[in-house]
């Protein structure tokens, strides 16, 4: 059992990194070269944007661990829960080019209110929805360890590059 909370807290920490080096370097890149028009750009400061991304990939990583500790089929649906988050983020990040500035400022309020409330809704019905499954003794508190080291990767990885190719610089 061991081994297996060291292979389950060694994975969160990589993909924790990479996946919040991504996203700031993401962010660089849209901070140079993204798009922009009329009253509106994503290059600068509109880059931060980008950064909307974080809950949507951190409720990934947790759905997944939530059906990991069950013994349930994980990756595919922790990997569907985080695709859900990011179009959530991705459509708050459109409403300013697509619907103008009352489109955004009507409907980017409510999508992170959705993005934020789904950090929570998707790992919670991981752990509770489909009673079949049981979590195992002994499993809980290495996937919750994991799921911190998870965050607190995710942040490391977001600072690390975010200092290596600061966004907008």
């Known amino acids: 059992m ?5 292979l389950l807290t060694a994975t969160a920490v990589i993909v924790g990194l990479l996946c919040g080096a991504a996203i700031s370097l993401a ?21 931060i944007a980008v950064y909307t991304a974080v809950p949507g990939v951190l409720t990934g990583g947790w759905t997944a661990l939530a059906l990991h500790a069950r013994g349930l089929p994980w990756l595919l649906r922790g990997l569907a829960a985080g695709l859900v988050g990011l179009a959530i983020a991705f459509v708050a990040a459109a409403m300013l080019p697509v619907f103008g500035v009352n489109g ?7 999508l992170f209110i959705a993005l934020l409330a789904w950090v929570v809704v998707a790992p919670v019905a991981a752990i509770t929805v489909g009673g079949q499954s049981a ?32 966004a907008g610089s």
């Open 2 to 6: 061991r081994g297996h909370t060291v």
């Open 27 to 47: 962010a660089f890149y849209v901070a140079r070269y993204g798009p922009s028009g009329g009253n509106w750009s994503f290059r600068g400061n509109g880059a």
């Open 135 to 166: 979590i195992a003794a002994g499993s809980v508190t290495p996937h919750v360890v994991a799921a911190v080291l998870w965050l607190l990767a995710m942040i490391a990885g977001l600072v690390g590059a975010g200092i290596a190719a600061p």
């Open 104 to 110: 955004d400022r009507f409907g980017s309020p409510i």
